[in-house]
């Protein structure tokens, strides 16, 4: 008998004790609402409509328009023949300073005395 009652305060207590705990505790919410109006800035540029926003280096290939000549055919390169190439870079998607550096190399073996004289920088009018 003194077994059961013995029991009996110890199961008591128990639940007293964990009904008591069980407020103490915190409790998490699950669900919360909250607005973050946060500008972030945009890196967007494209040279030649290509997106190179990813790439620390980008090749990029490049066909010249040969002006044309009294003496030569349309299209043809020959000796004293002249053209160019345009290089467009976009950086409307752009909301901080870059640094470019443009390298030029001719890579091709039929024409070994080709070669780059000049360049401009046009503005966008």
């Known amino acids: 008998m003194r077994k059961r009652i013995c ?28 607005n973050i109006d946060m500008l972030f800035a945009k890196w967007q540029i494209l040279i030649n409509n290509q997106d190179i926003a990813d790439e620390n280096n980008s090749e990029i290939t ?10 030569i055919r349309n299209n043809v390169m020959a000796p004293t023949s002249k053209g160019y190439f345009d290089i467009d870079i976009d950086s409307s998607n752009v909301d901080m300073s870059y640094r470019y550096t443009i390298t030029l190399s001719i890579d091709n073996e039929d024409v070994p005395d ?12």
């Not at 029991?7 to 909250?34: H, I, N």
């Open 7 to 34: 029991f009996a305060l110890l199961l008591m207590s128990c639940s007293l004790c964990l009904c008591f705990m069980s407020s103490t505790y915190s409790r998490y919410v699950a669900g919360t609402q909250g």
């Open 62 to 71: 490049i066909n010249p328009t040969i002006e044309q000549s009294n003496n």
């Open 114 to 125: 080709l070669m780059i004289s000049r360049y401009a920088i046009l503005p966008e009018d």
